[in-house]
């Protein structure tokens, strides 16, 4: 019996190289499997997604060059390739930029709360969030026009530094006053970190998409442009129907109730938290063209 086995491995077996796989080679699969990964989700949400489109028809243009033998053709692309890689960091510099400081900030963070024992898991209060939501509303019922971002992981210190500096408590009373018409701080944006508002009439991104509804005003466009380019949740209170929206992650939701807004802010509200995607609207999807 045994010689059978081994009769039987040496002819279906013999030659068949099997590697040897140590700790090492698991650890450099997994590090590759997160670069991929999150390479794949930076494409996805932001305009690499156009130049990924791109670099696969260029590339099905250099096939077909290829195969039919066009030399002039291969020539140019070997002698411009080094040229259209610059354009390309060029081009999308912004986006590389925001990728590094996700990267960057996203994970210091993380490393800095292992060792610090006081870290406080939760973002804001309860009070902090019943204030949003109150303020929110009551704006809501007299069509007054409002901005608001509340800050997660991502420092928004640049955007800060084009407000007017508060570093106030987060209160109902305080928002409506601050959007109140004709008040020095009511145009552009509150940004709020934990249970403090540190600015008002801050001036935020607008979305470039060209694909968004048409009846967004500036105060969406703003709202969508700093969801793509930061994890905030963004509220908007539209002057013009008095309705309230929420944009996270390039996209948005709107004409929210006070309930759904509340379980927006409480599934950020905790650090650890797993923030769930909005089944939304976004600015491509073909229902917003109509």
Same mark, same amino acid.
């Given at each position: 019996?045994?010689?059978? !086995?081994?009769?039987?491995?040496?002819?279906?077996?013999?030659?068949?190289?099997?590697?040897?796989?140590?700790?090492?080679?698991?650890?450099?699969?997994?590090? #590759? %499997?997160?670069?991929?990964? $999150?390479?794949?989700?930076?494409?996805?949400?932001? =305009?690499?997604?156009?130049?990924?489109?791109?670099?696969?028809?260029?590339?099905?243009?250099?096939?077909? *060059?290829?195969? @039919?033998?066009?030399? &002039?053709?291969?020539?140019?692309?070997?002698? %411009?390739? +080094?040229?259209?890689?610059?354009?390309?960091?060029?081009?999308?510099?912004?986006?590389?930029?925001?990728?590094?400081?996700?990267?960057?900030?996203?994970?210091?963070?993380?490393?800095?709360?292992?060792?610090?024992?006081?870290?406080?898991?939760?973002?804001?209060?309860? $009070?902090?969030?019943?204030?949003?939501?109150?303020?929110?509303?009551?704006?809501?019922?007299?069509? &007054?026009?409002?901005?608001?971002?509340? $800050?997660?992981?991502?420092?928004?210190?640049?955007? $800060?530094?084009?407000?007017?500096?508060?570093?106030?408590?987060?209160?109902?009373?305080?928002?409506? +006053? #601050?959007?109140?018409?004709?008040?020095?701080?009511?145009?552009?944006?509150?940004?709020?970190?934990?249970?403090?508002? &540190?600015?008002?009439?801050?001036?935020?991104?607008?979305?470039? +998409?060209?694909?968004?509804?048409?009846? @967004?005003?500036?105060?969406?466009? *703003?709202?969508?442009?700093? %969801?793509?380019? %930061?994890?905030?949740?963004?509220?908007?209170?539209?002057?013009?129907?008095?309705?309230?929206?929420?944009?996270?992650?390039?996209?948005?939701?709107?004409?929210?109730?006070?309930? !759904?807004?509340?379980?927006?802010?409480?599934? #950020?509200?905790?650090?650890?938290?797993?923030?769930?995607?909005?089944?939304?609207?976004?600015?491509?999807?073909?229902?917003?063209? =109509?």
């Amino acid at each position: 019996m045994s010689m059978w !086995v081994e009769n039987f491995l040496g002819k279906y077996f013999n030659g068949f190289y099997i590697p040897s796989i140590g700790f090492t080679d698991v650890l450099e699969i997994l590090i #590759i %499997s997160i670069i991929v990964y $999150e390479v794949m989700l930076w494409i996805k949400n932001t =305009k690499a997604w156009m130049l990924l489109r791109g670099i696969i028809v260029l590339g099905l243009f250099i096939l077909v *060059a290829i195969i @039919l033998r066009m030399d &002039t053709i291969l020539f140019l692309v070997k002698e %411009s390739i +080094n040229v259209l890689a610059i354009v390309v960091v060029v081009v999308f510099q912004p986006e590389l930029r925001r990728a590094l400081e996700k990267i960057g900030e996203n994970n210091f963070r993380k490393f800095s709360s292992l060792f610090d024992r006081t870290h406080e898991n939760r973002r804001f209060t309860n $009070e902090t969030l019943s204030a949003i939501v109150n303020a929110c509303y009551e704006m809501g019922k007299v069509k &007054t026009g409002a901005l608001i971002v509340v $800050e997660q992981a991502i420092y928004l210190t640049e955007y $800060e530094a084009t407000g007017i500096e508060l570093d106030c408590k987060v209160s109902r009373q305080v928002l409506l +006053n #601050i959007f109140e018409h004709n008040t020095p701080l009511h145009d552009g944006a509150v940004i709020i970190r934990g249970d403090r508002i &540190t600015s008002a009439t801050c001036y935020l991104p607008l979305s470039d +998409n060209m694909q968004i509804s048409k009846d @967004l005003g500036t105060r969406h466009r *703003a709202a969508l442009g700093m %969801s793509e380019i %930061s994890d905030a949740l963004v509220i908007v209170v539209s002057e013009e129907t008095g309705l309230v929206s929420a944009a996270f992650g390039g996209n948005l939701l709107r004409g929210i109730t006070p309930d !759904v807004l509340e379980e927006k802010l409480g599934q #950020i509200q905790y650090r650890n938290s797993e923030i769930k995607k909005f089944s939304v609207w976004k600015g491509w999807h073909k229902d917003d063209k =109509k």
